[in-house]
């Protein structure tokens, strides 16, 4: 049975009417991209603010989904009609096997169109809803810590129920900035890459010994054109490759894993050559503990 899911995403609904058109129009061929690489059949609709995706696969498709820049968050979601009675039919019959005896617990709604009741209304409704009909199990509601939630969202004549969210990568969809060639020569190198793919820069990777693997098991799951290219041992040819994966892609800037100290002579090396270097700042210990979080967003 194919699964759905409600993809939301975030900085481009922030963007001018024509911006976002383009940027969602990335989002939808990104996810396609992906999708096809996997080998998993899909189809996508989307309204204001949210796309949805039909999946044969749920499971695989989540994991692909989650790994898509531009995407926020992700539910697995149960659609009906938004009709009252329809609603809570469905809600009462999916919340059955999630309120075990004296469950705390929330209804979150949230309503778009017009309706014949607001959100407050539809939230406090379905919270008597299920109290009535579970109440030989003692629940009770609880807004601020409650152990279970169940999230209502009608939006226009279609209502969706879900009872969790998956986190995405968040960001812009690769492709709608200009692209870039990176060194990747272990987590800081690679970090630096991901977080410039992550504004929507497609990077050329150079991958040396001790960050190919970084690269291919990792870095190219985010992104199935992912051009990588292992380097030589020896640190001095580096650059000089580096450099040539920059001129063929036409890269706008190259990303480097500099400390503050190297600029001056990094800056001397590449002459006119933009320079990206968004882990500057971060300890060793902050670059392991933010390449564990693209790890597992990764698989």
């Known amino acids: 049975m194919a699964s759905l899911f409600l993809v939301r995403y975030g900085e481009l609904a922030l963007k001018s009417p024509p911006v976002r058109r383009e940027f969602e129009s990335h989002l939808r061929r990104n996810i396609l991209e992906q999708f096809v690489r996997e080998g998993i059949t899909s189809r996508l609709r989307a309204d204001h603010g949210h796309l949805y995706v039909e999946a044969d696969d749920g499971e695989r498709a989540r994991t692909v989904l989650k790994r898509v820049f531009g995407i926020t968050s992700i539910s697995a979601v149960v659609e009906v009609p938004s009709e009252r009675v329809a609603i809570r ?7 059955d096997a999630r309120l075990a005896n004296r469950t705390r617990f929330a209804i ?3 309503r778009t169109g017009q309706h014949p009741f607001t959100s407050q209304e539809l939230a406090r409704d379905l ?5 009535e009909r579970f109440a030989d199990r003692e629940l009770r509601v609880d807004l601020t810590h409650p152990e279970v939630e169940l ?8 209502t969706y129920l879900y009872f969790d969210r998956t986190s ?3 960001g812009l969809p690769l492709g709608v900035a200009g692209p870039l060639a990176a060194l990747v020569d272990g987590p800081r190198g690679a970090l630096g890459a991901y977080l410039m793919m992550k504004r929507g820069c497609r990077v050329s ?3 040396v010994p001790s960050g190919e693997p970084l690269a291919r098991e990792t870095l190219a799951r985010f992104d199935p054109r992912a051009a990588i290219t292992a380097s030589e041992p020896d640190p001095a040819e580096w650059n000089r490759h580096l450099a040539e994966v920059a001129a063929v892609a036409r890269a706008d800037g190259v990303v480097l894993p500099l400390a503050i100290a190297d600029f001056a002579t990094a800056r001397e090396r590449w ?3 933009v320079l990206f270097s968004p882990t500057v700042a971060f300890s060793d210990a902050e670059v392991e503990d933010q390449w564990r979080n693209v790890t597992a967003l990764a698989h």
């Open 168 to 170: 995405g990568p968040g």
């Open 151 to 158: 999230f209502v969202e009608v939006r226009g004549p279609r």
């Open 205 to 207: 990777i150079v991958a």
């Open 108 to 110: 979150r709604a949230r």
């Open 89 to 95: 039919d469905r809600l009462l019959e999916l919340a």
């Open 127 to 131: 919270g008597s809803d299920v109290l």
């Open 271 to 273: 002459g006119d050559r």
